[in-house]
């Protein structure tokens, strides 16, 4: 063997121990072997929920941040990703940012002719209070999937909580990581048997049958409530019919020649609105939001990049906190305050594709805006929900030991049978399926060797779809809250009662009215000061009591 081939088998020799052996994360803190760390920890649990505020003034403000595809073990997943990368250590015992708001509940996701929904359907649900069918956007149970005809009867049309944000006079935008013509955001402002007829390319295909119907693209420009909304931003120029690149891939080409940026600008300069339309990260931090009435930011042809490809570069896409902090900074100038719709879509897209890398990459970053959301606005003023829209078939298995990395393999465990190493996560069905049979067994690959925590590693899946389809999850999704009426999120709920606690916490839409309702109080005191109420001394009497009670337990253990 030559010096050059002893070198390179070392090289892989080497390689293969390095990635054999799991890495493993060190706890924080050695005092989780003492029953009084649990017992202090607990204790300090029950002081915040006796001390826990219900805040009843009406919501000036209301943010809505969505992570597509962020069901429960992404959410627990992230959570120990986020321990790993950031602080080194095992992950299990830390929180993401939303796991410290006060109020949680439980969502059903199910559709009305399917048990695990998709983005649109729930997005009507979620913005519109209203459950639909699969593949549907901002219609009722009525209209079918590709019923051009029954999306047009106005009494099968939904109205969005961003609408009734505009009807209550205030400023209104949406965020999103896909286009902006996709399906979660399409909720908001469309109406369609069909969330691909994004442009009128898609329409064409069937005929006559969806002639009468206006594409998704040109409701956003076109129709109320869209041609109002104060900032879009996200991907989407190609639907829009203004790219930048030409060998982008055929998405959504438009076919009537329609420039549809073009048109939104003609649109703002008749009625002599001042606006910027930006596509670079540096565009966007030259806008200047105090004024600019309306923003329009489409950063990509299609979806925007992952994070862990994004270009980070001026020239490039600008990360979802910079997009959330001019937003911000542009609809918080209305004195009747405004709706902001955040969606980290992108979560999804990288779940379709089973890359957990990607995934989690992305919940990291939105987890990002959400911290810088939640310094610029007053929370006793400002309802804050963290919530998604559907889950994944992606699982945490096996019996992984403490800390071990979560991307990372697990060598050693008496309860797989082959004996070969696992990855921690792996998907329900996907791409990733890869299993063959020897004449006496099936046999699933050895990954002695695989850096599974590459960001194109794709974990081994149970079922085979086609390539990046890996499908939906149909549990339940979480909703956390904070803020005013923020206690109304308490059980497990419809994925409808999402939108009517916005409304009713803002007054607007369905509970318009309701400033004047005797049934629903509104206490000047609790809105300057949410501990001096009634209910609150006597939560932090009870909780005085509880502690020095538990602290005598402490001292004489």
């Not at 059903?108 to 209203?130: E, H, I, N, R």
Request: proline residues 3%.
């Amino acid at each position: 063997m030559t010096s050059l081939g002893m070198m390179i088998t070392l090289v892989v020799l080497v390689a293969a121990i390095v990635y054999s052996k799991a890495t493993v994360f060190p706890r924080p803190s050695a005092d989780e072997n003492n029953s009084n760390y649990w017992l202090k920890m607990g204790t300090e649990e029950i002081e915040a929920a006796l001390l826990k505020p219900k805040l009843t003034n009406t919501a000036k403000n209301v943010i809505l941040f969505m992570g597509d595809g962020m069901g429960i073990t992404v959410n627990t997943v992230s959570r120990i990703y986020k321990g790993q990368k950031k602080n080194g250590y095992s992950g299990e015992e830390g929180h993401l940012v939303w796991e410290k708001f006060p109020n949680i509940a439980l969502l059903k996701t199910y559709d009305l002719d399917m048990q695990v929904s998709d983005s649109a359907s729930a997005g009507a649900a979620y913005l519109c209070g209203v459950k639909a069918n699969y593949y549907t956007v901002g219609v009722n149970g009525h209209v079918k999937f590709n019923d051009c005809e029954a999306s047009l009867i106005e009494e099968n049309r939904l109205t969005s909580i961003l609408q009734w944000a505009q009807e209550a006079k205030k400023d209104t935008g949406f965020i999103t990581t896909t286009q902006v013509t996709h399906a979660s955001v399409a909720a908001a402002y469309a109406k369609s048997a069909n969330r691909k007829w994004q442009c009128d390319k898609k329409m064409k295909k069937f005929g006559q049958g969806a002639a009468a119907c206006k594409d998704i693209a040109r409701q956003l420009v076109e129709d109320v409530p869209g041609k109002h909304i104060k900032v879009v931003m996200g991907g989407g120029r190609q639907e829009m019919g203004s790219p930048k690149r030409d060998e982008i891939e055929d998405n959504c080409k438009r076919t009537d020649g329609r420039n549809l940026v073009r048109d939104w600008i003609s649109q703002k300069e008749e009625n002599g609105k001042s606006y910027a339309y930006v596509t670079t990260t540096r565009e966007l931090h030259s806008v200047d939001t105090n004024n600019t009435e309306y923003i329009l930011g489409l950063f990509d042809e299609i979806h925007l990049p992952y994070e862990t490809d994004r270009d980070t570069s001026l020239d490039g896409c600008p990360h979802i906190k910079e997009m959330v902090e001019v937003a911000i900074n542009r609809l918080k100038r209305s004195d009747n305050g405004f709706f902001l719709f955040v969606e980290g879509g992108m979560i999804d897209n990288a779940l379709h594709i089973t890359s957990p890398k990607r995934a989690l990459e992305e919940v990291l970053a939105f987890e990002e805006a959400v911290e810088l959301a939640l310094t610029m606005v007053n929370t006793e003023e400002t309802l804050v929900i963290v919530t998604a829209d559907h889950s994944h078939v992606m699982t945490m298995n096996g019996y992984p030991p403490r800390g071990n990395d979560i991307l990372g393999i697990v060598t050693e465990s008496e309860d797989i049978s082959d004996g070969l190493p696992f990855t921690t996560l792996t998907f329900a069905n996907g791409h990733g399926f890869n299993y063959s049979f020897n004449g006496k067994e099936v046999v699933r690959p050895n990954l002695t060797g695989v850096d599974t925590t590459d960001k194109d590693y794709v974990p081994l899946a149970g079922m085979p779809t086609h390539y990046d389809y890996e499908t939906h999850g149909g549990e339940d999704v979480a909703a956390f809250a904070v803020g005013p009426w923020a206690h109304l999120f308490h059980r497990v709920h419809e994925q409808t009662h999402v939108a009517y606690v916005m409304a009713y916490a803002s007054c607007t839409g369905p509970y318009k009215d309701c400033h004047h309702h005797a049934e629903r109080p509104f206490n000047e005191q609790v809105k300057k000061n949410p501990k001096s109420d009634s209910s609150s001394a006597t939560g932090l009497f009870s909780g005085i009591i509880f502690i020095f009670i538990v602290a005598v337990q402490i001292l004489f253990v």
